[in-house]
């Protein structure tokens, strides 16, 4: 019943107003209890009818009647009021007539009346109100008594039982109490399938979206309405959306080209190997030729299942980094060493200025990784008679700062934000010499130097060359 979101609105508004009211009921109660305020009225209303009641009186003493006359129309006053109508003795207070004969009060003195505030004093000087205890039996009543002209010599008491508090509260209090509820509980009504719809129709278009994406279509996005969490939340979603498409189109980009990149080196492999097999390639040069084709194809195959694996390992966190000193400067004078013969092989110059820097702490190997994938990438995309320059520097920030720079080709700024990308390829060419790679090179690079603590940035101008610098921070504490 509550599990959609306007039940649940719904419940918590009313336990909120249920809540509110109990509280605003309790102080009202004890309001009613504590502070006399409820004898105002009946106060009140023993003064109006004490004021009706003294010209009546007034006109049976001018018209000659006697005691007994007055006693009739005090007796016809009790009935006709509901009230109890007490005669006492100016100076003693003592009661000389009680128009309730089954509780008589004959005899008793009416003393210590207690006026809780100045607000139940009568508006005469002379009238006498408040609560009264009965000396004997402890009952409690309201008393509002003024002496009656001519008769100064007694004072005619009117007296009703005090309303309790209970009463008194649903009286004056339930009612209101009661339609307060239903206006607010109403007004809730209306308030939460309000916010349930704001909320609940963004929500159900990101669900429906979710779903669409969950069956592979994944060019959805959402407008962005309602609260605010609701558009963050779509937002996130939108995204996500464009995250996923793009992942799933550059992972289908990447099928098509490892699937390619296998098919050209395994369909050498097979045609050279059946040249072989079969006496084609019968002369000892045509063999070596096919031998030297089947190895180079072999490693190519090699090296990228090796980044597939190497990419999957990160992925999974299951690369574990060595964690020893290692000194830059003779690691990135192997690698200027291990590429020496490549390079003079194109004819482009590779040159490095390596001076003495702190060490660094990580894994060896995979440093020797990252850097020598710069450099081999900056000698591929170097046209001959070019330069390829390693620069080491310490900076002042405790790090380590190792520049690879070339003055080929350069990469477009559209391709330049996006070649850490994994599976993403700049040059979409293939040659005989440097074929296409999978696009997997920089991405592993960027992962290892982050698994380093460091940072790698790229810097290229079309035409005049690419700058890659890495940053490694210090082994100094």
């Keep these: 019943m509550f599990q959609r979101l306007h039940s649940r609105l719904l419940l918590s508004y009313g336990f909120v107003i249920v809540t509110a009211l109990l509280i605003v009921a309790l102080a009202l109660f004890a309001f009613a209890a504590l502070s006399g305020a409820r004898y105002l009225q009946p106060l009140q209303q023993l003064a109006s009818i004490s004021?009706?009641?003294?010209?009546?009186?007034?006109r049976v003493v001018q018209?000659?009647?006697?005691?007994?006359?007055?006693?009739?129309?005090?007796?016809?006053?009790?009935?006709?009021?509901?009230?109890?109508?007490?005669?006492?003795?100016?100076?003693?207070r003592e009661i000389i007539y009680d128009s309730d004969p089954s509780q008589n009060w004959l005899g008793i003195t009416v003393?210590?009346?207690?006026?809780?505030?100045?607000?139940?004093?009568?508006?005469?000087?002379?009238?006498i109100s408040g609560l009264f205890e009965h000396p004997e039996n402890g009952s409690?009543?309201?008393?509002?008594g003024e002496p009656l002209a001519n008769l100064n010599r007694f004072v005619i008491f009117y007296a009703q039982r005090p309303p309790t508090p209970l009463s008194f509260f649903r009286e004056y209090f339930f009612r209101p109490l009661w339609g307060a509820g239903i206006i607010a509980f109403s007004l809730s009504i209306l308030l939460a399938f309000w916010i349930s719809g704001s909320v609940a129709r963004p929500l159900q278009q990101l669900a429906q979206a979710a779903e669409a994406v969950a069956q592979g279509d994944y060019a959805q996005q959402v407008t962005l309405a309602g609260p605010q969490e609701v558009r963050q939340v779509a937002s996130s979603f939108n995204s996500m959306a464009a995250q996923v498409s793009?992942?799933?189109?550059?992972?289908?980009d990447f099928v098509a080209n490892v699937s390619h990149d296998l098919k050209t080196p395994l369909t050498a492999i097979t045609g050279w190997s059946q040249a072989l097999l079969d006496g084609t390639a019968s002369s000892a040069a045509a063999q070596q030729r096919a031998a030297s084709i089947i190895y180079n194809e072999a490693e190519r195959m090699a090296r990228l299942?090796?980044?597939?694996?190497?990419?999957?390992?990160?992925?999974?966190?299951?690369?574990?980094?060595?964690?020893t000193a290692v000194d830059l400067r003779q690691l990135l004078t192997d690698v200027q060493a291990s590429l020496a013969l490549q390079a003079r092989e194109q004819g482009i110059q590779l040159t490095a200025v390596l001076p003495s820097v702190p060490p660094v702490i990580g894994d060896p190997d995979r440093l020797t990784q990252v850097f020598t994938n710069l450099v081999d990438n900056a000698l591929k995309h170097t046209e001959r008679n070019g330069r390829v320059h390693i620069q080491l520097q310490h900076d002042d920030a405790k790090e380590i700062v190792v520049?690879?720079?070339?003055?080929?080709?350069?990469?477009?700024?559209?391709?330049?934000?996006?070649?850490?990308?994994?599976?993403y390829q700049v040059d979409k060419s293939r040659t005989q010499q440097f074929p296409r790679g999978a696009g997997l090179g920089l991405a592993i690079v960027r992962e290892l130097v982050e698994l380093h603590h460091g940072r790698i940035q790229a810097h290229s101008e079309v035409g005049k060359g690419s700058l890659f610098t890495v940053y490694l921070p210090t082994g100094e504490r």
Excluded: H, K
């Design 305 to 323: 299942v090796a980044q597939l694996l190497d990419l999957a390992r990160i992925e999974s966190g299951q690369m574990t980094l060595a964690q």
């Design 63 to 92: 018209s000659g009647g006697g005691l007994r006359d007055l006693a009739l129309t005090l007796q016809q006053t009790a009935v006709d009021q509901n009230v109890r109508i007490l005669i006492a003795n100016t100076n003693s």
């Design 51 to 58: 004021s009706s009641a003294r010209y009546e009186l007034l």
């Design 246 to 252: 793009q992942s799933q189109q550059v992972q289908r």
């Design 140 to 144: 409690r009543w309201l008393l509002y």
């Design 403 to 423: 520049q690879v720079q070339d003055n080929g080709n350069g990469i477009p700024a559209a391709d330049l934000a996006r070649i850490f990308e994994r599976f």
């Design 111 to 127: 003393q210590n009346v207690n006026t809780p505030t100045r607000l139940f004093s009568a508006a005469q000087t002379n009238a």
